[in-house]
């Protein structure tokens, strides 16, 4: 059985431009209910991984209680270090990674973070992702003290290494245990990985896709090998991924026994010029008709059954007992 989950970033207006950080709006947040009733029309069950400015601005947070007051849909945390307290307001001029705190600040932070969550849904949140996918496996016990289940950071073949970010070259498609020294193998922590669906769209050895994740000048030649139609990325995100790739990989990962379809946009992406991909109405109609017939698709021809990311780690959990059969115990220290 395959799960479908979208997991929505759920942040400010254009959070891409650093005059909208320095003055954030959020008017893509007060039109999420159009977005979640196309959503529900297509059977499923979002996940809304939202931001600390996001649950503390009042509109807003009304908007997602009344969402989460449905029980249709999951409120969880979406952590971007420039906008979460503890924080310098000059980090708003750039887009600093979680994985560049120290340990304490990035404990404070969630704090902040998970305790703003709770009063906008109602509940404590238990599913996770960092912003820019800035993810670092010091952070496993954290998000375990603070009561997560389920981090969704880790993009398979995800390399920002050359400006301070992650590698997650390396990291399964398949979701695994977390382990507390690396980000991309499996370990013996509770908090549940779920990575995004992303992978190249044709099948190379293992050692050709580490070489691709990792090669010199990454964005110059991925855009070189994209344009010459050698080999490109393919996510489950409408905005960066065609119907067809999506639909094609999507098969592929479901003939190939992989337990999850993990669809991953912006909030903002859903409102015309709410971030950079879809500023016109007509991109944003082309962006609705490629998420709603993949949806369909996935759901009617794959037969995927929706789920929120706490939905999934029930449904995952038993399924895995060699993680209840393992000594968990927790390094002493932890290096960056």
Known sequence: MSYLIIGIDTEGDNQWSAASRMNPTY?????LPRLHERLLRCGTQPSYLITHPVAIDSRSADTLGNLAAGRDCEIGAHHHVW?????????????PYALQLSDDRFKHQLASLTGAVKRTAGYAPVSYRSGRFGFHASHTAVLEDAGYLVDSSVQPLFYEAHKGG?????????PYWLSYNSAVRPGNSSLLEV?????????????????????????QTKRALRLLRVVKTVWLRP??????????FARRLVD????????????????AGGSPYNRTVGELDAFFERLQSFLN????????????????????????????????????????
Request: net charge neutral; glycine share 2%; proline share 11%.
């Open 83 to 95: 906008e979460t307290p503890p924080c310098d307001p000059q980090d708003a001029q750039g887009l």
């Open 297 to 336: 698709y996935a759901v009617r021809d794959l037969h995927a059954t929706a789920a929120t990311f706490r939905q999934f780690h029930e449904a995952w959990a038993p399924a895995a007992p060699a993680r209840f059969s393992r000594e968990r115990s927790r390094p002493l220290h932890l290096e960056r």
């Open 195 to 219: 990575p995004v669906s992303a992978a190249l769209n044709r099948r190379v050895p293992q050692w050709l896709a580490r070489a691709y994740g990792r090669a010199p000048k990454p964005y």
């Open 239 to 248: 905005s960066y991924s065609s119907l067809d790739e999506m639909k094609t």
């Open 256 to 271: 190939s026994g992989e337990p999850v379809l993990n669809v991953i946009f912006h909030s903002s992406e859903a409102l």
């Open 166 to 174: 992650p590698d997650f070259v390396d990291a399964p498609l398949t």
């Open 27 to 31: 008017e893509n947040i007060y039109a």
